[in-house]
DNA sequence: AATATAAACGGACCGCGGTCCGTTTATATT
DNA sequence: AATATAAACGGACCGCGGTCCGTTTATATT
């Protein structure tokens, strides 16, 4: 009888083709995208360039959303780092208030880079809030906020807090009603302020 | 020479054939999302239920999600009405903050009837800020929060406190967090207070 | 009433995301 | 090395949203 696999710990456990398969998708899908953008991946065209059919797609990521998400967890993992163990202002060095600060100003910072990965990994719609890296982000968010003594209810206004800073949101303050980061960043600080104040 | 169409004041300028389809696919269309729920439409089965063609529905709505837009207009109307030119506290006799209070509840408390509704209507995941009913209830917000001393920009704090609204975030949070529709109403008002206090 | 014509119609068609299931293959076991 | 088997594979297939374009029709004009 074959051993049980353990399926712990990430990927480490998967049959070497199946690897060798998502690192080929993952590249091929990272290639498209910077050459012509999120929206002209589709899948076909997907599996035809990392040269596997098209089965094997979705075997590995559920769905185009589910690839989006995997992609977009990549290209977060150092402001992942950043905010959980990185230096100050967004790093544990820093105080609370100031943390969260921080954080919706890298978020609105970096919309140009990976607002269309996010926009496309939360076209659901419903499952969208529980994606991981937005989980993360979330649970993070509510921790800060606990540490502060004027907010009642951390969790929610945690919600609260990241529904404002939504990729679709904030394309569309920037791109469509034309308004500006800075003026964008200056409403997230005043909105940060105003929940936490006593 | 044919007598160039006015374009304006809404559909009353259709031809008798374009309007007679309108209300048709409209009347099927509600049909078939209460007895078998937003999800479960087709553009397909619409054309049939109303007798016409794919390609009518189309030349009507545009798209699903504009199809949607209109089921949710027509559901939305009382609603408008009320927040509009109605009665206290929703209405024009009540102070503003009073307003802007009473709308999102009113907003938590129809989340059971056109929740559904306004997810599907909002799919596009971009256009979905531009759709009339979204830009009313803005302009709306918009309106409330100048009229209060504490506010320094309007127009964005209306946008941060309509995407606490959003119709996937609160189903997310009522379904799937199970947060009680109470606690919400108390995170909105709570929001509201924080965003206008001077 | 006859006519012209812009508008509306409708269904064949397309490309996409996603599924299904018979075939192949990596790996544990002997 | 041979074997068993669970896992992975891949491409035919499906249903959907959306488009295209030849045909029909409401309506203004004569």
Redesign the interface.
Known sequence: MQMSRSGEAGFGCERLDAARNRRLLLEAALDIVSERGVEALTMDDLARRAGVGKGTVFRRFGSRAGLMQALLDHAQRGFQESYMSGPAPLGPAEAPLQRLQAFGTARIRALELTGELR?AA??D??T???HPVRVLELSHLTMLLAALPGV??P???A??LE??L?A??L???HR??G?SLE??T??WL??VE??T?E
Do not use: N, P, S
Request: aromatic share 8%; glycine share 8%; proline share 0%.
């Open positions: 926009r939360d076209v719609g419903f969208q809030h529980r009642r209810d969790e929610l206004t919600y609260q529904a404002f939504e679709g949101l394309l569309h303050l469509t009603a308004m003026r964008i200056e409403g005043k909105l105003a929940v104040a």
